[in-house]
Nanobody
Framework: VQVVESGGGLVQPGGSLRLSCVAS????????VTWYRQAPGKQRELVAG???????NYADSVKSRFTISRDNAKNTVYLQMNSLKPEDTAVYYC?????WGQGTQVTVSS
């Protein structure tokens, strides 16, 4: 299984980004996918997850601001991030079938 994240970058507070997680080498549609993040000096934390059936869950800190979705035809899970805050700054990782991607950096700063 290979997992590749993309879409990170530098954005001002209040801005938006959409992260993508593409997985290959597995039957993507039958697995749940989870986004995590790790800020400097902090432990990796769960941000959002989506099941094979499309049910989602979120960390309290991102509820109502982030939306996770999946496109099984493209083997891709998205994380739409709105109303970004400086505390959202972190490396964001995607995990599927126990495999992690390399991460994508999100920096929220004016």
């Amino acid at each position: 299984v290979q997992v590749v994240e993309s879409g990170g970058g530098l954005v001002q507070p209040g801005g938006s980004l959409r992260l993508s997680c593409v997985a290959s080498g597995t039957i993507f549609s039958i697995y749940g996918v989870t986004w995590y993040r790790q800020a400097p000096g902090k432990q990796r934390e769960l941000v959002a997850g989506i099941t094979a059936g499309g049910s989602s869950n979120y960390a309290d800190s991102v509820k109502s601001r982030f939306t996770i979705s999946r496109d099984n035809a493209k083997n891709t899970v998205y994380l739409q991030m709105n109303s970004l805050k400086p505390e959202d700054t972190a490396v964001y990782y995607c995990r599927i079938v126990g495999t992690w991607g390399q991460g994508t950096q999100v920096t929220v700063s004016s």
